[in-house]
């Protein structure tokens, strides 16, 4: 809003492509630019991350839209679980929803110097969600976080995973976390159940500490 004809400003497409451009005109309904130059940014990480997420009570949402874009994850798809508080809304409440969580995705991918944009996609049910994953031992790592998991923790398979690994897939329970049978369904789609440790993480919690211990395996 500050800005005026002739200054030199910063856009992106959401696509990786940044834009180094002057303001040439600028109106009531738009502003005009001459692009000056275009560089493709190398920011975002190399194993594509999928963040599986149990919609959770108020704007707890908001909050982990926000932190999962900002530490680079590529999409967010918000689930319904067997314990989630939450009812799928009708239609143009649905894409009101999906339309404010893109927005935050936007500014978060803007805060944080991010030139590609965390896609949000529509809500599923946790039983399509799995059903929608392209499971390929070699080439994608599915994990459900678990508080009844005893045998497998998530610094193990972090630090025994495939280098070939190029996507993960996150998924994240609600208040009141998964069920078995929910865990028993994940595990039958290829999805390994791990523990975070001894104490219990808030659903908003557990994804920005499972992300940010993949980030640091993975040496970013």
Excluded: H
């Amino acid at each position: 809003m500050r800005k005026k004809i002739g200054d030199v400003v910063f856009l992106f497409d959401g696509k990786g492509n940044e834009y180094e451009a002057e303001i040439v005109k600028i109106n009531e309904s738009q502003i005009e630019f001459k692009i000056i130059s275009t560089t493709q940014k190398d920011i975002e990480i190399a194993t594509k991350i999928n963040l599986y997420q149990s919609i959770p009570k108020f704007k707890k949402f908001d909050f982990i839209i926000e932190k999962a874009t900002e530490l680079g994850v590529s999409k967010i798809i918000p689930v319904i679980s067997e314990r989630t508080q939450y009812s799928i809304p009708s239609e143009s409440r649905n894409f009101s929803k999906l339309s404010r969580w893109q927005k935050i995705a936007l500014s978060a991918s803007k805060q944080s110097g991010r030139s590609v944009i965390t896609e949000i996609s529509a809500i599923k049910n946790f039983k399509d969600a799995l059903e929608s994953l392209s499971i390929d031992s070699e080439k994608s790592l599915s994990i459900i976080p678990w508080e009844c998991e005893e045998n497998t923790n998530l610094k193990n398979i972090l630090r025994t995973m495939n280098q070939e690994i190029r996507t993960i897939n996150l998924f994240i329970g609600p208040e009141g976390g998964f069920s078995s049978s929910e865990i028993n369904i994940a595990q039958k789609c290829g999805v390994i159940p791990v523990s975070l440790g001894k104490r219990i993480l808030r659903t908003e919690t557990a994804p920005i500490f499972v992300i940010s211990n993949i980030l640091y395996e993975l040496d970013l």
